[in-house]
C-alpha cells in the first residue's frame, strides 16, 4: 500500500503526514536485520544505515526476511512486532502522532509519540535521504 491508498481506504480520516511506515533492512555479509522506522513519504539513506551499524553493506530485505524479522508480510509492519534492533527516524521522533502498520493490511496502528518508548527499545538517528 502506498500513502495515498492509506489515506484513502481511511476516508481521509488519517493525516498523511502522521503516517510513518517500518521497513526492513539487512546486512549483506551476516545477515543481520535491523527496523527503521521512518515517515511515509521518506526514503532510507542506506549510506547513512552503513555508517550506522560500523561499515557494514546494507541492503533492504526481501518478502521472507521481512516475515522473519517482523512476523508480517511486507506493508502490515508494526514497528512494536519487530523482533530486531529498531532505528527511529529524528523526523518521525518529533511528530506528535503516528499512524503506523499493525501486523493487518486492512488496518492501522494510532497512538502519540511519546507513546513509542512506553512500549519499545529503539534508538532515534538521522537515516533520510
Known amino acids: 500500500m502506498t500513502i495515498e491508498d492509506v489515506v484513502a481506504f481511511a476516508d481521509g480520516a488519517v493525516n498523511v503526514d ?18 527503521v522506522l521512518l515517515r511515509g513519504k521518506d526514503k532510507i539513506d542506506l549510506a547513512k544505515i552503513k555508517k550506522l551499524i560500523g561499515g557494514q553493506d546494507v541492503t533492504l530485505a526481501n518478502s521472507e526476511e521481512v516475515k522473519k524479522a517482523s512476523g508480517v508480510e511486507p506493508g502490515a509492519v508494526c514497528p512494536f512486532l519487530v523482533s530486531v534492533p529498531l532505528f ?9 502522532k503516528i499512524n503506523t502498520g499493525s501486523g ?26
Open 18 to 35: 502522521e503516517i510513518a511506515k517500518t521497513v526492513i533492512i539487512k546486512e549483506r555479509k551476516s545477515d543481520k536485520m535491523y527496523a
Open 88 to 96: 527511529v527516524d529524528k523526523k518521525v521522533a518529533e511528530m506528535k
Open 104 to 129: 493487518d493490511h486492512l488496518y492501522g496502528l494510532e497512538f502519540q509519540t511519546e507513546d513509542l518508548n512506553k512500549v519499545i527499545q529503539y534508538q532515534v538517528v538521522d537515516i533520510v535521504r
